[in-house]
């Protein structure tokens, strides 16, 4: 059975510069759980936006290799043991496409907020949707609900969300109201086409992720 430490090196080297439009202006110090090979957190580096950037691993190759992007990487299971940082809180936490592979998610979330974000501090986060259409048709007409190695179904993805759950995930008391913004509807995509067309009733079942931002409030 696959897990998440058999992903290939592909699978950590992407940076994730679609979140740019979520980013404050300046982000300061930045702390990306399952910041795979840090390629995301080079280019915040690169492009100024960042300080100071911290990565937490589970994969080891993957957090050797960060190593010479961030600043600080902690080759560790977040889920088990906590993370001794010496300098002040995080402005900004990226949670980006790791959730879901986390036993206890809503528990990530709360030491996130409570012990590593700080005060005014934003928590952005991707979830894939599990509503989308290729995942319900198949289940609703054929009664499939089939694995994959990546993609919604991913073998190593331990918990599901939809939009509602999503949100419900980032509804923590230290956090203000989260934001929630699907993903492929831009410009004159097909997907936004037809969302127009449909007044949005199906636009839940368009989406393929979601992006959540929530601030630390005092």
């Given at each position: 059975m696959q897990s998440y430490l058999d992903k290939s090196d592909d699978y950590f080297s992407h940076a994730r510069r679609e979140?740019?439009?979520?980013?404050?202006?300046?982000?300061?110090?930045?702390?990306?759980?399952?910041?795979?090979?840090?390629?995301?957190?080079?280019?915040?580096k690169q492009t100024q936006k960042s300080v100071y950037t911290v990565g937490i691993e589970i994969a080891e190759a993957?957090?050797?290799?960060?190593?010479?992007?961030?600043?600080?990487?902690?080759?560790?299971?977040?889920?088990?043991?906590?993370?001794?940082?010496?300098?002040?809180?995080?402005?900004?936490?990226?949670?980006l496409d790791v959730l879901e592979h986390m036993i206890n998610p809503w528990s990530v979330v709360d030491r996130l907020a409570s012990n590593y974000l700080a005060e005014g501090g934003k928590l952005i986060v991707s979830l894939p949707n599990v509503r989308h259409y290729s995942?319900?048709?198949?289940?609703?007409?054929?009664?499939?609900?089939?694995?994959?190695d990546a993609g919604l179904l991913d073998r190593t993805h331990l918990r599901f969300f939809t939009r509602d759950s999503a949100l419900q995930l980032l509804s923590h008391a230290e956090l203000g109201a989260p934001?929630?913004?699907?993903?492929?509807?831009?410009?004159?995509?097909?997907?936004?086409?037809?969302?127009?067309?449909t007044l949005g009733l199906f636009r839940e079942l368009l989406t393929y992720q979601y992006y959540l931002t929530a601030c630390k409030v005092g």
């Amino acid at each position: 059975m696959q897990s998440y430490l058999d992903k290939s090196d592909d699978y950590f080297s992407h940076a994730r510069r679609e979140i740019l439009p979520l980013l404050p202006p300046n982000c300061g110090r930045v702390l990306e759980l399952g910041c795979g090979s840090g390629a995301t957190l080079g280019w915040l580096k690169q492009t100024q936006k960042s300080v100071y950037t911290v990565g937490i691993e589970i994969a080891e190759a993957a957090a050797i290799a960060a190593r010479a992007r961030a600043d600080e990487v902690h080759w560790v299971d977040f889920e088990r043991a906590d993370i001794s940082i010496s300098r002040q809180k995080f402005d900004v936490i990226l949670c980006l496409d790791v959730l879901e592979h986390m036993i206890n998610p809503w528990s990530v979330v709360d030491r996130l907020a409570s012990n590593y974000l700080a005060e005014g501090g934003k928590l952005i986060v991707s979830l894939p949707n599990v509503r989308h259409y290729s995942v319900v048709f198949p289940l609703l007409f054929g009664g499939r609900w089939e694995y994959a190695d990546a993609g919604l179904l991913d073998r190593t993805h331990l918990r599901f969300f939809t939009r509602d759950s999503a949100l419900q995930l980032l509804s923590h008391a230290e956090l203000g109201a989260p934001t929630c913004t699907a993903t492929g509807f831009d410009g004159l995509s097909s997907k936004r086409i037809v969302d127009v067309i449909t007044l949005g009733l199906f636009r839940e079942l368009l989406t393929y992720q979601y992006y959540l931002t929530a601030c630390k409030v005092g």
